[in-house]
């Protein structure tokens, strides 16, 4: 059974960074792309970025340049490194995988 598990979430002020991570077992890591979503409070979830399993990374036209996507195949872990924050990047952040896995997200708060 594929657990995912986000962390690095936190209270940041606007123009700051955080990097989350997104640790994964029970699957073939590396055969596997991952994604990043986020829900803001009263909203639905929506994509952010995504990985390929040679490490290419798509993204949302509202992160691009200021969002990157990474992932460390030995450590089964996939980041996000966020940088310039906006308020309105204020969400529950989760990753997933192909297989309809979800971890249960980390919290990200960015106000002054």
């Known amino acids: 059974q594929v657990q995912l598990v986000e962390s690095g979430g936190g209270l940041v002020q606007p123009g700051g960074s955080l990097r989350l991570s997104c640790a994964a077992s029970g699957s073939i890591f590396s055969r596997n792309a991952m994604e990043w979503y986020r829900r803001a409070p009263g909203k639905q979830r929506d994509w952010v970025a995504s990985?390929?399993?040679?490490?290419?990374?798509n993204y949302a036209d509202s992160v691009k340049g200021r969002f990157t996507i990474s992932r460390d195949n030995a450590k089964k872990t996939v980041y996000l490194q966020m940088n310039s924050l906006k308020p309105e990047d204020t969400a529950v952040y989760y990753c997933?995988?192909?297989?309809?896995?979800w971890g249960r997200g980390t919290q990200v708060t960015v106000s002054s």
């Open positions: 990985i390929t399993k040679d490490g290419t990374g």
């Open positions: 997933s995988d192909p297989f309809g896995s």
